[in-house]
């Protein structure tokens, strides 16, 4: 009989949460912080794959892989022995004060994947908030400027810096004071809620037409803006696409007035569109790229990936204690080498049956709006009613929780958009599984509407 890791759908043995989970529960209620958000008692204890087996034994099939990180699934075996064998031999020396071989290894891999002609360099970090922090930092030293333009919608991380090109949720700026001055935001291009009435490939020109025509006359000087960031697909904005042309026409005006392009790939990049990065599909050649998630498989690591003319600045400008730590690096090799040779070609082809099975969904269900992304990065809206498209979070909520005690775990995005970013190593029948624990979740919850 097979293990509970060794299967690839869930099995439930417990009521949820069961005994061990609730001690747990117990136990964190006491004495983490309380700023953590939880969506459902989940306690994890083990994994293997896109299967993660609680504390009381229940396994569930995971479609959050940890926020998008464990890209290459659960403990893979080769990630596994990559960290044990780096493990052994050196866990930290410091990257700013020494050398470690695998660092530019790893930095020349990664400068491999970004477009241009021109030559990488790499700065490691310890997350995808330090990588922004670190761009935002970058963008300003390379042109000797200090505004930033970032969109309404967007994640760029927690801490100060990040925090204020941050635009996701109030709650997150809520009660920290006075922000980094000299950020504006614009409205990003949501298609299914173009005000203009616009499609998915046309949506976001009126938007451009504001950046040139009153944010450059009227508050920033083109001049003065070190960089405009964005997400190509926003990630905590609800999974929303930004069209190609849109990602194109930025790029435009950033290179006409010498502004740096930066792309924060942190959710959207190392395969999961089947690409190495999302603004792949549009062509773009960005100036910086912050990426982090799912680049090392769970383990803490980040990048900044910047033209070799960019990242010009002088030793000590910037730097880290732990950011590139080798057993980190290791696991970011193991984990470039399976989304290089399966796993990338994998979210591709699953990516394509998954939405070839929610195709349509919006006709089925009066309660999902838009079913939008690319590969294995799929949005799902709730709504409560499809022709006033009235945004329905506490029905995102209702089958978020649905679907975990049907042993299918997700994650909501923005206000009322469902999330499913599972392992780039899903199968077609953990592809078929969750798709018909969703429709079920949908039925139910239309029944109490």
């Not at 290459?72 to 020494?98: N, R, W, Y």
């Not at 050398?99 to 530019?104: A, K, L, N, T």
């Not at 904005?237 to 740096?260: N, S, T």
């Not at 290791?330 to 394509?352: F, P, Q």
Request: contains cysteine.
């Amino acid at each position: 009989m097979p293990t509970t890791l060794q299967v690839k759908t869930p099995r439930l043995v417990t009521a949820l949460p069961g005994a061990n989970a609730k001690r747990v529960l117990e136990q964190d209620a006491k004495y983490m912080s309380p700023s953590y958000t939880r969506d459902y008692p989940l306690v994890a204890k083990r994994g293997h794959g896109a299967i993660v087996e609680d504390v009381d034994g229940n396994s569930f099939l995971d479609f959050a892989a940890g926020i998008a990180v464990c890209s290459t699934g659960h403990c893979h075996p080769k990630v596994v022995a990559a960290i044990q064998k780096q493990a052994s031999e050196l866990i930290h020396m410091s990257g700013t004060d020494f050398y470690y071989e695998s660092m530019p290894q790893l930095a020349e891999r990664l400068g491999r994947t970004m477009p241009g002609s021109e030559d990488k360099k790499v700065f490691f970090t310890n997350s995808g908030t330090e990588a922004v922090e670190g761009a935002i930092k970058l963008a300003r030293y390379a042109t000797k400027r200090d505004k930033m333009i970032a969109f309404y919608g967007c994640f760029h991380g927690r801490t100060l810096g990040a925090l204020s090109l941050t635009a996701s949720k109030s709650t997150q700026r809520k009660g920290f004071g006075a922000l980094l001055s000299g950020i504006e935001h614009i409205p990003y291009p949501y298609a299914y809620r173009c005000a203009q009435g616009h499609t998915a490939e046309t949506c976001g020109a009126e938007i451009l037409e504001q950046l040139e025509g009153q944010i450059f006359k009227r508050l920033f000087d083109p001049e003065e803006i070190a960089g405009i960031i964005i997400e190509p697909i926003q990630g905590e904005g609800g999974y929303v696409p930004a069209p190609k042309f849109f990602l194109q026409e930025l790029q435009r005006i950033c290179r006409q007035h010498g502004i740096m392009f930066i792309v924060d790939e942190v959710q959207s990049g190392m395969g999961r569109t089947g690409k190495w990065w999302a603004s792949e599909h549009a062509g773009i050649e960005p100036d910086i790229l912050c990426c982090a998630k799912g680049i090392a498989s769970g383990m803490p690591l980040g990048a900044i990936i910047a033209r070799d003319s960019v990242m010009c600045w002088k030793p000590g400008a910037h730097g880290t204690t732990f950011g590139g730590n080798p057993v980190c690096i290791a696991a970011a090799l193991a984990t470039m080498e399976l989304i290089e040779s399966e796993y990338k070609e994998n979210a591709h082809r699953m990516g394509d049956y998954l939405f070839g099975r929610l195709a349509d969904w919006t006709k089925r269900f009066k309660i999902v709006g838009d079913v939008r992304g690319r590969g294995l990065m799929v949005g799902i809206e709730m709504v409560r009613d499809q022709r006033t498209k009235e945004k329905a979070p506490d029905l995102r909520n209702k089958i978020v929780d649905l679907a975990f005690h049907k042993g299918l775990l997700v994650l909501g995005a923005g206000e009322n958009t469902i999330r499913l970013s599972p392992p780039l190593l899903i199968d077609q029948e953990q592809a078929d599984f969750a798709a018909r624990t969703l429709e079920d979740c949908f039925l139910e919850a239309e029944k109490k509407i």
